[in-house]
């Protein structure tokens, strides 16, 4: 591998196999035809590991077979452990952007917080490389990803050309069976999920339980949130950095808490 090429990053929250990463690596191909791919992610499915790391457990990283010309590697650990451990012991040196997906199901909203893609492209936006989550409303391990391919090439092409602000990430979400109608740049949607469980019992008569529920939009009608135009057939942008630090409540809570006792 040399310098003067591209070289481009890829993980992704549900596996090494997963359909949504070969088409990810395939759109990356089509749109940098001589760049070195490299995917690292995880040797299976790791939904919903947000930014979790292992700390009790050894790594394994695992050679598998290349991919349209991607070199490939699964790691026994979570998304942020492949982002981690890659660029450590894998990549040859800094990529110049990390691509994360093709996730199998929705991102937006808050969803964001949950999720293993975006994990690993807020661990590697952390390290300071550029770093796109893709995602496309589709649970499914067949998914038609098809569609996305265009909106992949000009959100990818744009954050190449001109990078991304200093600890700024995309989350990008695809809406499912259609071509998008256009690309929004949003906010997440604000709402929460209703948390429920199912109650089980297995062979042995002991209960167990798992997790459904349902996303309630506390504000459907809010024109500048993803799941509106997602919800309309348009694919959602938004950019989200890892920092959490409520910045605008600094100065009310410094009133009255700095200081001494």
């Known amino acids: 591998m040399t310098n003067d090429k591209k070289l481009?990053?890829?993980?992704?929250?549900?596996?090494?196999?997963?359909?949504?990463?070969?088409?990810?690596?395939?759109?990356?191909?089509?749109?940098?035809?001589d760049a070195d791919i490299i995917a690292v992610a995880p040797e299976g499915h790791n939904s919903g590991m947000s930014s979790a790391i292992s700390v009790n457990s050894p790594l394994r990283i695992t050679r598998r077979p290349d991919y349209n010309g991607a070199s490939i590697y699964a790691v026994s650990g979570t998304p942020v452990d492949c982002v981690k451990l890659g660029i450590h012991a894998v990549m040859p040196r800094k990529p110049d952007i990390m691509l994360s997906g093709i996730n199998h199901g929705s991102n937006a909203g808050n969803s964001l917080i949950y999720s293993g893609t975006m994990g690993?492209?807020?661990?590697?936006?952390?390290?300071?490389?550029?770093?796109?989550?893709?995602?496309l409303l589709d649970h499914a391990h067949d998914a038609d990803f098809t569609q996305t391919t265009p909106f992949i090439a000009k959100i990818t092409r744009y954050v190449l050309n001109h990078g991304l602000p200093t600890g700024i990430c995309l989350n990008v979400n695809f809406p499912a069976g259609c071509t998008p109608k256009g690309i929004k740049v949003t906010h997440g949607a604000a709402g929460r999920w209703t948390e429920e469980y199912e109650k089980y019992t297995d062979p042995h008569?002991?209960?167990?339980?798992?997790?459904?529920?349902?996303?309630?939009?506390?504000?459907?009608?809010?024109?500048?949130?993803?799941?509106?135009?997602?919800?309309?057939?348009?694919?959602?942008?938004?950019?989200?950095?890892?920092?959490?630090?409520?910045?605008?409540?600094?100065?009310?809570?410094?009133?009255?808490?700095?200081?001494?006792?």
Not at 211 to 239: C, F, H, I, Q
Request: proline residues 6%; contains cysteine; aromatic residues 10%.
């Open 205 to 261: 008569g002991r209960a167990f339980y798992w997790l459904t529920g349902n996303y309630v939009k506390e504000n459907p009608d809010d024109a500048g949130s993803d799941m509106y135009w997602l919800d309309r057939g348009w694919a959602s942008v938004s950019p989200v950095h890892p920092d959490q630090s409520a910045n605008s409540e600094i100065p009310a809570l410094a009133a009255f808490l700095d200081g001494g006792l």
């Open 120 to 135: 690993a492209a807020m661990e590697a936006c952390m390290i300071g490389i550029p770093a796109i989550g893709y995602s």
């Open 8 to 33: 481009v990053m890829i993980s992704n929250d549900d596996g090494v196999g997963a359909s949504g990463l070969h088409h990810l690596i395939d759109c990356t191909r089509d749109l940098l035809p």
